[in-house]
Every structure is written in structure tokens, then in C-alpha cells.
């Protein structure tokens, strides 16, 4: 989260609060005991190991669904097992768990993961006790999780990069959220967009920063920082990545 602080990734950061949740609300509903649930813990592991192999679990690749998405999935799977479910049952219910949140963005306001990733960990939480709940009903899956991983993988592949944790698009350009990062304490990046050099925020929601540095990343698109943001751009793909270190009181070192 924002107070970078030490996170557990289940299978990422941004999604680590998913299993977790499932875990804790079931021992305290059901009674499990520590040992069940570390057991258990295997099976969202596989679920989680098949996912990777097979497709992502990152944002910046998938979006939204390949992060909160894996960690539902897993959580269902596991969720099964604990409840007496079948193998069969597992891989049905981490099946739901992605189909039914197929094609969510990935739009972290300000880059940092906490909104709305903490409410959509939430909602991924109630989404594995649903699709347990399902499998465990007798549903089954129409596709087997490997189809269901490869539809995944695919929908995150077509999803526009302005909706892959770049925060160019979505919820991280809503002028309340633009304005709330603004006010941010540490300082703030500002993205501008050519051909008319118009800023994706409306002049009220700007920086108040006093710009030091422009870059421009590609002809359609400048960084501009204050004096209190540090960043770094690597080119993967022919897709640029910007990394942006906030530190109070030190100039930029590019």
C-alpha cells in the first residue's frame, strides 16, 4: 500500500489481501484450526503456480483481473478444499473466480496501490466464497481452468495500456482522484498528451509542484515532476515503464 510498508504478495502486492481475508473469515466462521488452513495454503499455491506459468499475475500485463483475478481464484480453490470439496470442485471454483471478474482494469490512482486495488481486494474476497459456494452447489465449469486462464491472459493482452496499472486511464484520471493526488504531501507527477499538449487533468487539478524537469517519453507523451519526485523509465516491449521514487527535500537525479 501507500505507506510502503511490509507486504506478504498472495500473489502480488496489490492483491495480497484477498486470501487472507477468505482464510480469516472462514477459521472464524468454521472453526479451522491453524494447521488446516496452512494446508490449504498449497492448494492456493498451485492454483497460483498454474496461473503464472500459464498467463500473469501482473497488473502491468493483465490488468486488474490477472492480479485481484489469481488471487480470487486461488482463494476459491482453496476455500473448496476446506469445505470437503473435490479436486474437480477446486479447479471449478478458480474458474468462477476469473470468469467472473474478467476484463477488470488495472487503474491505481496516483500509482499507488490503494485505490480502488483495497476495495477491489475486497470484492475479490466475497467473489471466491461465491464461486466456491457454486462449485460446491454441483456447477460446473464449462471450461477447464487452463481455458479459463488462457481466455484471461488473452482479455488482459487487449486491454488498453492506459488501463494497465500506468494510471493513464480509468479511476487514476477522475478529477476528484486527480485533485486528491495533487494534494498529496510528497509531491506529484503530472502526465500531458500531444498533439495539443493538453494535460489528461483540467487545469484546477494540476500540480501545485513547480516543474523542474520535462521529459518526453514518446511523442505523445511527456512526464513532468517537482523537485521532490525521482523517476526512471525502462522500455519493455516497446511499452515504457516510469517508476517514480518519492523523496522529500532531494532534487532529482535522473
Not at 7 to 35: K, M, R, Y
Not at 130 to 148: H, K, V, W, Y
Not at 227 to 232: D, P
Amino acid at each position: 500500500n501507500a505507506s510502503m510498508g511490509l507486504i506478504v504478495a498472495a500473489p502480488t502486492a496489490g492483491s495480497s489481501g484477498v486470501i487472507p481475508g477468505v482464510f480469516c473469515s472462514l477459521q472464524e466462521n468454521f472453526g479451522f484450526t491453524d494447521e488446516e488452513i496452512c494446508k490449504v495454503l498449497f492448494n492456493a499455491a498451485a492454483v497460483g503456480y498454474l496461473i503464472t506459468r500459464n498467463a500473469t499475475t501482473a497488473g502491468a500485463e493483465g490488468g486488474c483481473q490477472a492480479e485481484v483475478g489469481a488471487a480470487s481464484a486461488m482463494a476459491a480453490s482453496a476455500a473448496v478444499e476446506l469445505l470437503g470439496g473435490t479436486p474437480a470442485q477446486c479447479l471449478d471454483a478458480a474458474s468462477f473466480a476469473i470468469v467472473n471478474i474478467l476484463g477488470l482494469v488495472c487503474d491505481p490512482i496516483g500509482g499507488l496501490v490503494e485505490n480502488p486495488c483495497q476495495n477491489r481486494n475486497a470484492m475479490g474476497a466475497s467473489n471466491a466464497l461465491i464461486s466456491a459456494e457454486l462449485s460446491m452447489a454441483g456447477i460446473r465449469s464449462i471450461t477447464p481452468i487452463d481455458e479459463t486462464i488462457g481466455v484471461m491472459y488473452a482479455v488482459g493482452r487487449s486491454i488498453p495500456s492506459e488501463l494497465r496499472e500506468t494510471s493513464l486511464g480509468g479511476m487514476a484520471v477522475a478529477k476528484s482522484a486527480c485533485e486528491a493526488i495533487t494534494d498529496f504531501r510528497s509531491g506529484t507527477a503530472c502526465f500531458s498528451t500531444d498533439p495539443e499538449n493538453r494535460s489528461l487533468y483540467d487545469d484546477p487539478y494540476r500540480c501545485r509542484y513547480p516543474v523542474i524537469h520535462s521529459y518526453e517519453i514518446s511523442e505523445h507523451l511527456e512526464l513532468r515532476l517537482d523537485q521532490s519526485v525521482g523517476v526512471a523509465f525502462s522500455l519493455v516491449n516497446n511499452v515504457y515503464f516510469v517508476c517514480i521514487c518519492v523523496e522529500e527535500h532531494k532534487e532529482i537525479v535522473s
